[in-house]
Every structure is written in structure tokens, then in C-alpha cells.
């Protein structure tokens, strides 16, 4: 059974607030990270998918850092704004067994912006 | 562009019925995965299709089917529903159907059963 953790479980921060939360994931096998925003009453929105040890993407004020050969990624949002309130996923993706395609999911971590 | 769509969006069964859902990809992509979502939790990979075959399956009892359409469109199935089945029912497509292709999500259907 793959385990992919997220921490914290929630977060609640103040508007201008910098902040960040862990994906954790088997090392071995690694072949994608995924990071997805959920926002209430919309579907889930992909931020990045990332595939190489040391990856480092970006998209406005949100940027997320991998290392697979620990079994962790960051995301980090600069200057949190109310509107970056949402719950939070990475997904694993296992390069082997026999479900190929199968994305793990974190329970999510939910972050609260207050203005 | 039309994002991905499901339908319904809301469903109230009883035990041991059966239930269908839908779902439309995004127009040009070939790929759709389903999940189960219960509240709390992460969502659960239960199926993905590729040009209309099985690519991958979760662990997930044989009550639970699916199927592609050649239009790509996809239905999930569940029989003989029991109450922990209550979740919401996440599509998702795709381009192809590696993993590293984002996916892109519906808005669900959320299942109750009673």
C-alpha cells in the first residue's frame, strides 16, 4: 500500500502571510508528483506536475520543490491572499505494480486565508 | 473550450441498487480516470481508460465497472450499492495516459445512498 501523507492538515494564516505545506511519498519507484488546488464548489485544478529530482516550478505567487530521493516535495505561496483559500493535494505517481496510471492522493492539506 | 463534464450532479439511491454515471473529457483528450472521494480524505483511483481499454485499476470491489465510449466519453457503474458508497464521484481526463499528464477534473457527483 503507497503511502502519500500531507502535513499540516490545515493551516489557517493571515492575509500577506507567506506559507508552506509537505507532500511526503515513497522514495522508491518515484515516477511523478502532482499538486492539485480544490477549491469549494469547483473541481480540483491542477498547479504542477513535476518529474525529476530537484524540480522547481513556479505560477504567480505559488512554487513547489521535489526531492525524490527523500520522498518530499513543498509548496510554498508567498503573500497568501484570500482567495488562495483551498484545500491542497499531491498525488504520486508509482512507476510499477499493475494499475499503471493509478495517481495517489494525500488527504489534502486545507489552508485558510483570513483578510 | 468546454471543460470536462459529469452527470448527474446529485444521486439518491437505496442499498442495493444500481447506479450509472457519466462523464465527457475534454475535447481532443483520450484518457479518463475515475475516483471516489469521501469527505476527509483524498480521492481514491478506481479506474482509467485509454482508447477504450482498461489501463489501470484500484482496489476497488468487481461491483464497480466502467467503460469508454469510441467518442472517449466514459461511464462508471456500481451495483448492488452499499451505504459506504456515499462519496463523491471525481472524472478526470487527460491527453495520454502517463503520469505526466495533468488531469483535468469535472465537477463530480455526489452519491448518496440510504
Known amino acids: 500500500i503507497l503511502n502519500v501523507e500531507q502535513s499540516p492538515q490545515s493551516l489557517h494564516v ?12 515513497p522514495s522508491s519507484n518515484f515516477y511523478a ?22 524540480d522547481e516550478k513556479k505560477k504567480g505567487r505559488i512554487s513547489a520543490t521535489l526531492n ?22 499531491c498525488a504520486f505517481g508509482y512507476a510499477g505494480g499493475t494499475s499503471y496510471g ?3 492522493f494525500g488527504q489534502g492539506t486545507i489552508l485558510t486565508v483570513h483578510p | 473550450d468546454a471543460g470536462v463534464t459529469q452527470s448527474p450532479t446529485h444521486l439518491i439511491k437505496t442499498r442495493g441498487q444500481h447506479v450509472t454515471l457519466r462523464c ?3 475535447s481532443g483528450h483520450k484518457s479518463v480516470s475515475w475516483y471516489q472521494q469521501v469527505l476527509g480524505q483524498g480521492p481514491q483511483f478506481i479506474f482509467q481508460y485509454y482508447e477504450k481499454e482498461e489501463r489501470g485499476r484500484g482496489n476497488f470491489p468487481d461491483r464497480f465497472s466502467a467503460r469508454q465510449f469510441p467518442n472517449y466519453s466514459s461511464e462508471l457503474n456500481v451495483n448492488a450499492l452499499l451505504l459506504g458508497d456515499s462519496a463523491l ?12 499528464y495533468e488531469q483535468y477534473f469535472g465537477p463530480g457527483t455526489r452519491l448518496t445512498v440510504t
Not at chain 1, 508528483?33 to 530537484?54: C, D, I, Q
Not at chain 1, 525524490?68 to 493535494?89: H, R
Request: some cysteine.
Open chain 2, 24 to 26: 465527457s473529457p475534454i
Open chain 1, 68 to 89: 525524490t530521493k527523500e520522498g518530499y516535495s513543498y509548496l510554498y505561496i508567498k503573500g497568501s491572499q484570500p482567495e488562495d483559500s483551498a484545500t491542497y493535494l
Open chain 1, 102 to 104: 493509478k495517481l495517489t
Open chain 2, 89 to 100: 464521484y471525481l472524472c478526470a481526463s487527460s491527453p495520454g495516459t502517463g503520469y505526466s
Open chain 1, 14 to 25: 493571515q492575509e500577506g502571510d507567506s506559507t508552506n505545506f509537505t507532500c511526503s511519498f
Open chain 1, 33 to 54: 508528483l502532482h499538486w492539485y488546488r480544490w477549491e469549494t464548489a469547483k473541481s480540483p485544478e491542477a498547479l504542477f506536475v513535476m518529474t525529476l529530482n530537484g
